[in-house]
């Protein structure tokens, strides 16, 4: 089983890997990255592991795709019974679907780095998650309450 989040960001560009890397490093996160798209340097498509190995931490993959018409339709329609008004707006100003995948069953409050990489996308890319497992969405915030522990207040 693993832990699946789509985090859709309302920036013109999706969050780009060196953002990602400085962003969990200053917050004390330290992290490996390796593209699966070397000859697209900016794209945010590959792993994402802890600098040390550490089995109670899972490695992540992330994938970033641009959002077109048709597929901001279908998630909008597949979410639509989950989503408030400000989360359907959220989702219709979307211009990438960033997928966040850890093959592990624990929530991301159970791995500072999942619930970080998971925040930082959000705030940086002023976006919305999508729980993908339970089907629930959450702005920022409403993550961030829900993972206090391992990101602070």
């Known amino acids: 089983m693993s832990m699946d989040f789509g985090v ?8 780009t890997p060196e953002e990602i890397v400085s962003g969990l490093r200053a917050r004390g996160v330290e992290v490996v990255w390796q593209s ?10 590959g792993e994402i592991r802890g600098a040390k190995p550490d089995p109670g931490s899972p490695v992540v993959s992330l994938s970033t795709e641009l959002l077109d018409t048709t597929r901001r339709q279908s998630l909008a329609d ?22 966040v995948s850890a093959g592990w069953s624990k929530p991301p409050s159970a791995s500072p ?5 998971i925040d930082l996308l959000a705030e940086r890319g002023d976006g919305l998650i999508i729980d993908m497992q339970t089907n629930q969405a959450y702005d920022r915030a409403e993550f961030r309450k829900l993972n206090a522990g391992v990101l602070g207040k």
């Open 8 to 15: 859709y960001t309302r920036r013109q560009t999706p969050v």
């Open 36 to 45: 699966s798209r070397p000859r697209e340097p900016d794209r945010a498509s």
């Open 78 to 99: 597949a979410y639509a019974s989950v989503l408030t008004p400000a989360q359907k707006k959220a989702l219709g100003e979307a211009t990438a679907e960033q997928m």
């Open 113 to 117: 780095l999942l619930a970080h990489l």
